[in-house]
């Protein structure tokens, strides 16, 4: 069973930083693709970014050149650092790792809230 704890969420003015990470553990070999997305209220979950694990990123077009995806593989833990903040990135993230015919697991998701 694959197992995801998220932290780092919590409330910081627009502008400002934060950085979340997730913590994998359980029978889950080399992590394929870490990712993070995001859900707002009254909005369907968002892709965020992702990472492989040969390195390669992808970011959402709303979060690219202030957020940042990376991954310690050797502690099976992933990071989103998220940089000048925006109201409109207020949002429960998750963490999501999968590997094709194997898994893909969801964290329990972190609140980010950012106040104008």
């Known amino acids: 069973q694959v197992q995801l704890v998220e932290s780092g969420g919590g409330l910081v003015q627009a502008g400002g930083s934060l950085r979340l990470s997730c913590e994998v553990s359980?029978?889950?070999?080399?992590?394929?693709?870490a990712a993070w997305y995001r859900q707002a209220p009254g909005k369907q979950r968002e892709f965020v970014a992702s990472?492989?694990?040969?390195?390669?990123?992808n970011y959402a077009d709303s979060v690219k050149g202030r957020f940042t995806i990376s991954r310690n593989n050797a502690k099976n833990t992933i990071y989103l650092q998220m940089n000048n903040l925006k109201p409109e990135d207020t949002a429960v993230y998750y963490c999501?790792?999968?590997?094709?015919?194997?898994?893909?697991?969801w964290g329990q998701g972190t609140q980010v809230t950012v106040s104008s």
């Open positions: 359980g029978r889950i070999g080399s992590i394929e693709v």
């Open positions: 990472a492989s694990y040969a390195g390669n990123t």
């Open positions: 999501n790792v999968r590997r094709p015919n194997w898994y893909d697991s």
